[in-house]
């Protein structure tokens, strides 16, 4: 059971938005403020998109955003495309210095 | 460009042991930490180790506490992972990733897949 809860799935068609819930079940996290999250596609590496719950690092979309609600972080993807089309994770560092992963959502594009 | 390139997985029956590599290029590989991240076939996720800047601070996760021990060569800028008393649950793509962003993993290997079976 990963300490971090995330949708199976989700789907939505393009041009719409996508929201992604990951829900922290330990308090190990602390204040939940260093959440990532990564997106990956088939056989491929994961590819950090979003940092201290709603930080970009240069170069990612800015249709992808992140907003944090008491112990549930949330990936919101605009602008459905195609290419979105793969599985996103939640992680967070914790107050043991280790980092936690959610279980993962695979995002379909209608 | 920063690469990561990892290299050692293979078979290896249960209670083996094997050693993974990392060796990067494009940046300055004494100031970053780095981690190891694993990920089984068809499954999620799972950070394995981590390893300070200059090798001095190390943790684990439980689930390998005891049987695997990260170590780097900044001399060499390599990474390693000696995983010894190998399960078939370690079976998974190793990758080595380095940080960049706060708590974030910017840049990723390939990954090296390491299987355990008899």
């Known amino acids: 059971q990963s300490a971090l809860t995330q949708p199976a799935s989700v789907s939505g068609s393009p041009g719409q938005s996508s929201t992604i819930s990951c829900t922290a079940t330990?308090?190990?996290?602390?204040?939940?403020?260093?959440v990532s999250w990564y997106q990956q596609h088939p056989g491929k590496a994961p590819n950090l998109i979003l940092y201290?719950?709603?930080n970009r690092p240069s170069g990612v979309s800015n249709r992808f955003s992140g907003s944090k609600s008491g112990n549930t972080a949330s990936l919101t993807i605009s602008g459905l495309q195609a290419e979105d089309e793969a599985d996103y994770y939640c992680?967070?560092?914790?107050?043991?210095?280790?980092?936690?992963f959610g279980g993962g959502t695979k995002v379909t594009v209608l | 460009q920063v690469q990561l390139v990892e290299s050692g997985g293979g078979l290896v029956k249960p209670g083996g042991s094997l050693r993974l590599s990392c060796v990067a290029s494009?940046?300055?590989?004494?100031?970053?930490?780095m981690s190891w991240i694993r990920q089984a076939p068809g499954k999620g996720l799972e950070w394995v180790s981590y390893?300070?800047?200059?090798?001095?601070?190390?943790y684990y996760a439980d689930s390998v506490k005891g049987r695997f021990t990260i170590s780097r060569d900044n001399a060499k800028n390599s990474l390693y992972l000696q995983m010894n008393s190998l399960r078939a649950e370690d079976t998974a793509v190793y990758y080595c990733?380095?940080?960049?962003?706060?708590?974030?993993?910017?840049?990723w290997g390939q990954g090296t897949l390491l299987t355990v079976s008899s």
């Open positions: 390893i300070s800047s200059s090798g001095k601070t190390i």
């Open positions: 992680s967070s560092y914790t107050n043991s210095n280790t980092w936690v």
């Open positions: 201290d719950v709603s």
């Open positions: 990733a380095r940080s960049g962003y706060a708590y974030g993993y910017v840049y």
């Open positions: 494009g940046f300055t590989f004494s100031d970053y930490y």
């Open positions: 330990s308090s190990d996290v602390g204040d939940y403020n260093h």
